[in-house]
């Protein structure tokens, strides 16, 4: 009979990974928060308890910003140098920035949105996840 309420309790519905991601919110509960800094990520859910060690993204998120990124914005520096030809210091001046600041805040969200599938497809290092 204890087992059974246990088990009431212990019941979290299944959430949108996007959702969660975006938030940065544990993939289990979508409360407690995935983060202590800007990448480090917090041993468990605050919330909930979720062990976050045994989920790990490791360069999942830099390789797809890299890509990702990258066949975006390559294309647009090479439009605004045949378009326009500016000078060297102006995609010194625009693209640097946009490189840094948009990889940085990308790695928050895709970082978590591994997380999250790691979690919801129970792809982890085979123990059990409570």
């Known amino acids: ?21 975006l938030r940065c919110a544990c ?3 979508g409360q407690g928060a995935l983060y202590d800094g800007l990448l480090s990520v917090r041993d ?4 909930c308890g979720l062990d976050y060690t045994r989920l790990d993204s490791n360069d ?21 140098e045949l378009a326009l030809t500016p000078p060297i ?3 010194v001046v625009l693209w640097v920035p946009v490189v840094l600041g948009g990889s940085v805040l990308l790695q ?5 949105w591994l997380m999250a599938q790691q ?8 123990s059990a996840l409570n």
């Open 60 to 80: 999942g998120a830099a390789f797809f910003i890299i890509v990702g990124y990258s066949a975006v914005l390559i294309p647009l520096a090479l439009w605004l």
């Open 119 to 126: 979690y919801r497809h129970k792809a982890y290092d085979g």
């Open 108 to 112: 928050r969200p895709l970082k978590a």
């Open 44 to 47: 468990k859910c605050d919330k």
């Open 1 to 21: 009979m204890g087992r059974l309420i246990a088990l009431a309790t212990d019941y979290y519905p299944r959430l949108s990974t996007f959702q969660t991601a």
């Open 27 to 29: 993939p289990r509960c």
């Open 89 to 91: 210091w102006v995609h």
